[in-house]
């Protein structure tokens, strides 16, 4: 993808200035270290050298102008790179052609390229130095030009058998010198993306820690008015001489209170997490147990959503924290629930596979679109207006949690509804205890469509 962002603008803009001073102290180096003063006796040489500077000056108003548009940027920074090439070409023939020390700057453009569009910059500026060098010296040896008319003769190798070996060196010294900058550009990329993975999970710690000092206090805080709010509505509503819109309006608060309730216990498990404790889990009969309960909720216990099993009725035995993986369980199937309309149904199946489970839980709600994917699984995030985003926060929590155990979270988006595919390892498998375990930075948590599959935090 072409990068257009603010780092390569700065990048650039920097080069261009850095190119500008540069050029300044060439010039000055030219005309009274090597030219020693006395521009009288080399008129060529220094019109040559005068020109080329005055032209890459030209090109550095061209580069700013462009770079004020914002547009292209990487297609600017390939321009700079074979331009840079062309200048220091022209000074190599003045300073001596194929022998001349100035050959040193293809190597400068190499590092360079490297640091505006990193291992791709370097190429291309090893590629076009070597070329534009190789055009300078075959024009030499045949005799297409020749030395400027002011400078000696002796400084300069003319022949085909003497240019043979400052040319191989040199484009020797090129391609390493952009083999170098382009691994560091690379090492250097990629340890900045994990640091800005670490510093992202760092802000995410800081966010679960000050969550778990407020929900710490709110429990508390909040779970006893709830419990005497519950307990005084249920004998309220029992209570002779309601009417039927009283008995609703009771109905509501309870369910309001019930809601709360579930609330303030996803934020306790998303700030205190727990060290998964595994053992062989029966994950079949955890689901039926999940399903049995989510049946008696909320819209499920109304008829309005209707909370399904399929899958073996024997034991599927997976390795796992029991209680955490019926948390996982619990609130995939409670979003499910949430997610879809009135006179629909949400499956939980289980299919098993001769190493791995599949638990997958399927709504028919309006499915996730690819902008929704990429967030779905962040605490606070929700598109439900009575939603706090937590639920799916916990799953992608105690999944990454179970990451040595092979566990994983997939979600399959369709046209209308969604596929949530929790997959574990059979604690029966033969090889199971020979599998090699998972790092806990390998990524748990991935988003796919269509059978595919990519990583969350990418």
């Known amino acids: 993808m072409e990068e257009t962002d603010d780092r390569l603008s700065n990048r650039l803009a920097w080069i261009t200035g850095l190119r500008l001073g540069f050029l300044t102290l060439l010039l000055v180096a030219t005309a009274f270290f090597y030219l020693r003063g006395q521009l009288a006796l080399y008129p060529t040489s220094q019109g040559i050298v005068f020109f080329t500077i005055g032209g890459a000056f030209a090109q550095a108003a061209a580069y700013a102008t462009w770079l004020r548009s914002r547009k292209n940027l990487r297609r600017l920074a390939e321009l700079q790179i074979v331009a840079d090439q062309i200048t220091w070409t022209a000074i190599v023939y003045v300073s001596g052609g194929p022998t001349s020390g100035a050959t040193s700057f293809y190597g400068l453009t190499c590092l360079v390229g490297a640091i505006l ?203 796992c924290d029991a209680a955490q993986m019926r948390q996982v369980l619990w609130n995939l199937v409670r979003n499910g629930v949430q997610a879809t309309g009135a006179g629909t149904k949400v499956v939980v199946s289980i299919a098993v596979a001769s190493e791995r489970i599949e638990l997958a839980v399927t709504d028919e709600g309006p499915g996730i679109s690819p902008e929704t994917k990429e967030k779905i699984f962040d605490a606070f995030f929700t598109t439900r207006s009575h939603g706090a985003g937590i639920g799916l926060a916990v799953v992608r929590r105690i999944v990454e949690d179970h990451a040595s155990l092979g566990v994983t979270i997939d979600v399959r988006a369709a046209p209308t509804g969604a596929t949530f595919v929790l997959g574990l390892a059979r604690a029966d498998a033969p090889g199971r205890r020979n599998l090699p375990a998972r790092s806990p930075q390998d990524p748990a948590v991935t988003v796919g469509a269509n059978g595919r599959s990519r990583t969350a935090e990418s």
């Open 117 to 319: 569009i990193g291992l791709r910059g370097a190429t291309l500026a090893s590629v076009s130095g070597i070329a534009i060098f190789t055009m300078l010296c075959a024009a030499l040896g045949f005799g297409w030009i020749s030395p400027p008319r002011d400078q000696s003769a002796a400084n300069y190798v003319v022949t085909l058998e003497g240019i043979v070996y400052p040319l191989a060196v040199n484009a020797l010294g090129i391609v390493v010198v952009a083999l170098l900058a382009g691994y560091l550009a690379e090492r250097l990329r990629r340890t900045g993306g994990q640091l800005a993975i670490a510093q992202e999970r760092a802000l995410a710690a800081e966010r679960l820690a000050i969550l778990g000092r407020i929900a710490a206090g709110l429990a508390h805080e909040i779970r006893n008015p709830l419990g005497s709010i519950s307990g005084s509505i249920e004998m309220l509503r029992d209570a002779p001489g309601l009417t039927e819109e009283d008995r609703r309006l009771c109905d509501i608060v309870h369910r309001e209170a019930a809601r709360l309730n579930h609330l303030v216990s996803d934020m306790m498990d998303l700030a205190r997490p727990k060290k998964p404790e595994p053992e062989d889990v029966d994950v079949g009969a955890l689901a039926r147990e999940v399903v049995e309960l989510a049946s008696r909720s909320e819209r499920s216990g109304s008829g309005d959503v209707t909370v399904v099993y399929e899958g073996p009725e024997g034991a599927v035995l997976a390795r």
